[in-house]
């Protein structure tokens, strides 16, 4: 069936460093990635988006890859600041479906 | 601007009791979603509204759990005889009308921690 999940549970980093957080899936039918930022006790908060008729997006230092040949979606944040620290979340939608499934989240840790 | 809204924000209830969860939407947004998050988890797709057409019920987990939506704004999920397997974080998001293909943004609400006792 449909999964979305992610390789790294949780990711440390120094400030200023670059992070990447990693996300494969498993529905080849799916068309729309998503990225998530969720900090403690509030809802997801929308990062970037991506098509899966593109493999590369660049928003304000966060950049998502797409790779549709190994089913793996990356989200890269340049020069992680403290306030970056929150877990994130991929997730997928497929064609008209509206609803969305989500990975498991990996919790991105920044060390000052 | 008001973002999406839920109440309460936490609701400890006993087992079998029955409990409504409120989501009041972003203004003009005609899409509504209910999610479900567990402990450490991510989302678990529960219903959708858009508009007047009937809902995507297909997340429901079972027939204890019902969502309505009244006047295409806000929107109450109840869970009927609450089962310790339901505590978790509830989450309601709103969009606006898609574009043709690509819904625009959902926006979430803080959610409501639900506590199973």
């Known amino acids: 069936g449909e999964s979305v999940g992610l390789h790294l549970p949780t990711l440390s980093v120094q400030e200023g460093d670059n992070s990447i957080i990693n996300c494969a899936y498993s529905n080849s039918a799916s068309d729309y990635f998503i990225w998530y930022k969720q900090e403690s006790g509030k809802g997801p908060q929308f990062i970037i988006d991506i098509r899966s008729n593109m493999d590369k997006r660049q928003g304000q230092r966060v950049t998502v890859l797409l790779n549709k040949t190994v089913k793996h979606l990356s989200l890269q944040i340049a020069a992680t600041q403290p306030g970056d620290s929150a877990v994130y979340f991929c997730a997928e939608r497929v064609g008209v479906r509206r609803a969305l499934t989500f990975g498991s989240g990996t919790r991105l840790q920044v060390q000052p | 601007g008001a973002g999406v809204s839920q109440s309460p924000s936490n609701k400890v209830t006993e087992k079998g009791k029955d409990v409504e969860l409120r989501c009041d939407p972003i203004s003009g947004h005609t899409a509504l979603y209910w999610y479900r998050q567990s402990l450490g988890q991510g989302l678990e797709f529960l219903i959708y509204?858009?508009?007047?057409?009937?809902?995507?019920k297909s997340g429901l987990p079972s027939d204890r759990f019902s969502a309505e939506r009244t006047g295409g704004s806000v929107s109450t999920l109840t869970i009927q005889r609450t089962q310790q397997e339901d505590s978790a974080v509830y989450l309601c998001?709103?969009?606006?009308?898609?574009?043709?293909?690509?819904?625009?943004?959902?926006?979430f609400g803080p959610g409501t921690r639900l506590t199973v006792l």
């Open positions: 998001a709103s969009s606006s009308p898609g574009q043709g293909f690509e819904d625009n943004e959902q926006f």
């Open positions: 509204f858009q508009g007047n057409s009937a809902p995507d």
